[in-house]
């Protein structure tokens, strides 16, 4: 047998001598603490080490569970949105993940070569480097990854027409517009996004529908279905009222409610001419937050409803803004007065001057209704 002038350690495999410094742990043997108590034998040379050294563990196979609607992927035991499409990139993580560097390896590195084998399998073509005992080595490894498309939770719920609440857009004696109508969906798009990005996969809207009286849209939640009425009459005015249904119960015994959030518009909106009945001539509407906020046609002076009327005050509309006619401006009289030619006769004609318009105007908009006709202010 041979003898070593080195460390006095032998191969246990091929009884070969081992040569290394007396104070340098080999990667593959126990450290000198633990030397001389019967384990020095488990050092292995080199070429016995390396053998049956895999510097990669891989598996066989990776499977990688996506929602064909969404796009989420399936991790640990949820559902997370990543807007997958192209699911390359995320065969690439699974694969980074799902690999295993031997850990005596040190300056490791390695690249990924995908090959897309068919719609719903990629083979992943892996080449690793590494150094080991002080030697460079690489291996390269293929792994197929099979996306498997299924269906989320959320989406789940969606295609079965799940809600738990509506939010109902109306109008005080009126119609919503269709900008109104619009705009509240927009609104409850917005609201849903903020809460998705937040991760909540309980944010959705299942369906949104345009009824003759308004807007009705079907929520995920109760109480998204407040906080989406409630952002739309912030922005658009009027006020919320709710009705509770009862639906079920759960698997407690509570009862569970089903809750209708109806979102009631004010009966004016900003542009709405309007005649309160006051002697003090049509007012303008420029607000319908809290009290009922406007201009006087005839003097330009500021107009707000009282407390107790809000935004409803005693009152009849008699025109919109989109209904006036820009017209000429003949002469101006003084503080007070302005002559006018009639957008409809061609007449010249004597009418109240408001502190908004410009005395030095060639032309001005103006609304004719049956009371008269009066100078807008511009938008």
């Known amino acids: 047998m041979?003898?070593?002038?080195?460390?006095?350690?032998?191969?246990?495999q091929c009884g070969d001598a081992i040569e290394r410094p007396p104070d340098v742990d080999l990667p593959g043997g126990p450290p000198d603490s633990e030397r001389g108590s019967g384990h020095a034998d488990a050092v292995l040379c080199d070429e016995c080490y390396f053998e049956d050294f895999d510097l990669v563990d891989a598996p066989e196979r990776i499977?990688?569970?996506?929602?064909?609607?969404?796009?989420?992927?399936?991790?640990?035991?949820?559902?997370?949105?990543?807007?997958?499409?192209d699911y390359t990139d995320?065969?690439?993580?699974?694969?980074?993940?799902?690999?295993?560097?031997?850990?005596?390896?040190?300056?490791?590195?390695?690249?990924v070569e995908p090959e897309q084998v068919d719609e719903n399998t990629i083979r992943m073509h892996c080449l690793f480097t590494g150094v080991i005992r002080d030697?460079?080595?690489?291996?390269?490894?293929?792994?197929?990854?099979?996306?498997?498309?299924?269906?989320?939770?959320?989406?789940?719920?969606?295609?079965?027409?799940?809600?738990?609440?509506i939010v109902q857009v109306r109008g005080t004696g009126r119609t919503p517009t269709k900008a109104e109508n619009d705009r509240a969906a927009e609104i409850a798009e917005a609201y849903i996004a903020e809460r998705e990005a937040t991760g909540d996969r309980n944010a959705f809207i299942t369906e949104k529908e345009r009824m003759k009286d308004g807007l009705n849209m079907k929520i995920s939640t109760n109480q998204m279905g407040q906080g989406i009425a409630s952002r739309i009459v912030r922005e658009l005015g009027g006020d919320v009222s709710d009705a509770p249904t009862l639906v079920t119960e759960d698997s407690d015994g509570n009862d569970v409610y089903r809750v209708t959030f109806t979102a009631r518009l004010p009966p004016y909106t900003p542009g709405d001419i309007i005649d309160l009945r006051d002697g003090e001539g049509p007012v303008i509407v420029t607000s319908a937050h809290g009290n009922l906020k406007g201009k006087r046609l005839e003097t330009g002076e500021r107009y707000e409803a009282s407390f107790e009327e809000?935004?409803?005050?005693?009152?009849?509309k008699i025109g919109i803004r989109a209904d006036a006619d820009q017209t000429t401006v003949v002469?101006?009289?003084?503080?007070?007065?302005?002559?006018?030619?009639?957008?409809?006769?061609?007449?010249?004609?004597?009418?109240?001057?408001?502190?908004?318009?410009?005395?030095?105007?060639?032309?001005?908009?103006?609304?004719?209704?049956?009371?008269?006709?009066?100078?807008?202010?511009?938008?």
């Not at 498309?149 to 969606?158: F, L, Q, S, V």
């Not at 502190?355 to 006709?373: F, S, T």
């Open 90 to 111: 995320i065969a690439v993580e699974e694969t980074a993940e799902r690999l295993a560097v031997h850990v005596d390896a040190r300056d490791v590195e390695w690249g």
């Open 63 to 85: 499977e990688v569970r996506v929602c064909s609607r969404c796009g989420a992927l399936h991790r640990g035991n949820r559902w997370i949105d990543v807007d997958a499409r």
């Open 2 to 12: 041979s003898t070593s002038s080195g460390s006095g350690t032998f191969c246990p």
């Open 331 to 379: 002469a101006v009289e003084d503080d007070h007065a302005v002559q006018v030619l009639d957008p409809e006769t061609f007449e010249s004609k004597t009418i109240p001057r408001p502190e908004y318009m410009n005395p030095d105007a060639d032309e001005v908009p103006v609304i004719k209704h049956r009371n008269g006709l009066h100078v807008l202010p511009d938008e």
């Open 310 to 316: 809000g935004i409803d005050p005693d009152a009849r």
């Open 135 to 165: 030697t460079q080595l690489s291996e390269e490894v293929t792994v197929p990854v099979y996306i498997a498309r299924e269906t989320c939770d959320r989406c789940g719920r969606i295609a079965g027409d799940y809600y738990a609440s």
